[in-house]
Every structure is written in structure tokens, then in C-alpha cells.
């Protein structure tokens, strides 16, 4: 037998045996999260994360952009269910990696004038988008005074302030504001044990304050006077609502215009699915 083939008879069965004894983390690849195509229904994707591991194309901000402040609302009990959602594990931003530097730039610029952007909400899976809707077929209106003082529960879905189906699952869509450098951190959220909580509509300095400028409704009022463009605020907050919609525009961000707070990257890498991992 010629030596060449021996020496590969030899080599090839080495070379096997040397990947047999790879761990699991070794020898199989991440999970990937493939992108729908145009036409084909949304789907919902589940994918287990560790701590230190995000599904693909996945960031946390604060890596990208520490400079961000971050309130993550729904891990705490002050929002308009009245108790921590589903699937909010960590008070961690996440965002596709492409909205999170889009984001830093915003940020770049913004700190240049001696402000910075505020995040509420980033990533939202699934799971939570189903807590909202159990949520909104109960009976509890603990939160109504700071959330949604004029609608009926029941029809926050019909008039649009939440979807069955969120943009934020797809990983693209933020909740944010601005804020004054340095900031300085608000008032605890109100308790509703204290007594009747403010409500989210009424003027700066009679709602709660949560230390942004004024935005002329809190953050996540659920009512038409946080329409964008709502013209019964005062001249200040209408002025710092289009000053943030101008600086998320110039970086590739849209505005849902019936809340001031809510922008989506515009050519997002998830267009039609709907993520379902654990914020941890």
C-alpha cells in the first residue's frame, strides 16, 4: 500500500476521534432565529438564553451604550397591570444589535447639548404582550388614575395602546424620553396603598414626577393627550416631543404617533417574528 494512503487512513479516524469528546457547548452551535419572509404569517420564537448569551443579532444596551439611562418599568409593580409582567427577569435593555447603535448615536448627539435618552422598555417578549391581555379581561383598576384615567380597560386594545402582537417583540421597538445631564434619579413610584395616585394626564407638577422633561403625560399614559402631535399640551412639552421625534428620525427611528414615547427602527432585522425569550 503506498505510504500516502496509509498515513491518511490513519489521520482520518484520529481526526474523528478527536471531536468525539467535545461537550455539548463545544460541538453544537448557537440557535439561530430565522427571519420571516414577506407573506408568510408571524411567528413567535422561543429560545432559551443564559444570563450571559442573547439569541443572534441580539445586544444589551448597556454595552453598546452605557451612557443610556435605564428604567425598566415593567419589572416593578408601578405600570398600568400593577405588578411585575411576565418574561421581565432583569431590569435589562435589550434590543437587535442594529437598534442599540442606532440608539448610541442618538445618545452621541444628544449628550454634545447636555441631555440624554431615557429607556422604559426595550425587548418585550411574548409572554408578556399574553400577561397584558389577561390583564385587560379582569377586573382590577388599581392603576386606572395613573395609567388610563379616561378609557375603559377593555378597550385599550380597540383604540390602539395595546396590541395582541407587539413591535417591541420584535426587538426593534423602544420606549423612551428625554433627560437633563446629570440627571438626577426621581421620586419612588407612588404607592396606591398611600392613597389615590396621580393622575398621568394632569401638567407637570401634578403628576408624577419621573425626572425627564416635560412630555406634557407620563410615560405609558394611556390617553389622546400623549398623541405626538396633540395640540392641548403646553408649548414646552409639544417642543420637546418633536425635539426627541427630530433626533430619533435623523438616526432611522419612526414615531407611533399615538404615543410620544414609542419609536421602531426603521428596516428592523425581525420585520415579522415575534420573540419570546426571558429579559434576564
Known sequence: MPRFIALLLVFVPLTLLAGAGCGPSEATPPERIDVEMPGVEPREMAVPVRADTLPELFSYLQDLAPGIIQEMRYTTAFNFVGEPIDGYEAAECILTTRAARALADVQAELEADGYSLKVYDCYRPQRAVNHFVRWANGSSETMKRAFYPEEPRRLLFSRGYIARRSGHSRGSTVDLTLVRLPYEEPDPYPDPADGPLPRCDRPLGERYAEGDLDMGTAYDCLSPVSATENRSIGREARANRLRLRAVM????????????????LRNEPYERTYHDFPVR
Open 249 to 264: 428620525g435623523h438616526h432611522g427611528f419612526r414615531n407611533y404617533s399615538k404615543e410620544w414615547w414609542h419609536y421602531t
